[in-house]
Nanobody, 115 residues
Framework: VQLAESGGGLVQPGGSLRLSCAAS????????MKWYRQAPGKEREYVAF????????NYADSVKGRFTISRDNARSTVFLQMNSLKPEDTAVYYC?????????WGQGTQVTVSS
């Protein structure tokens, strides 16, 4: 199982970024996917969830209405569209999959929101 995040960067407050997580080594469409983030000095926190078929999504209250999770099962990729970014969104963002009770993480991608 491999997960590879990309798309992070430096953005001004109010700006947008689209993160991607490319997956391999498992049947992507069979598994729910999640995004997490970890800010400096803080614990890793849940951001968003999407079911395998993409029919159900859930968001942390802190990002609801600003972030959108989606997936392209043909490309084995999950996305996180982030709009109206705030300085408190600064963190390393990770995607995660759980297979047979084992949790797999990518290496993360840095998002910095600053003027």
């Amino acid at each position: 199982v491999q997960l590879a995040e990309s798309g992070g960067g430096l953005v001004q407050p109010g700006g947008s970024l689209r993160l991607s997580c490319a997956a391999s080594g498992f049947i992507f469409s069979n598994y729910d996917m999640k995004w997490y983030r970890q800010a400096p000095g803080k614990e890793r926190e849940y951001v968003a969830f999407i079911t395998g078929a993409g029919g159900s999504r859930n968001y942390a209250d802190s990002v609801k209405g600003r972030f959108t999770i989606s997936r392209d099962n043909a490309r084995s990729t999950v996305f996180l569209q982030m709009n109206s970014l705030k300085p408190e969104d600064t963190a390393v963002y990770y995607c995660r999959v759980t297979i047979n009770s084992a949790r797999y993480w990518g290496q993360g991608t840095q998002v910095t929101v600053s003027s």
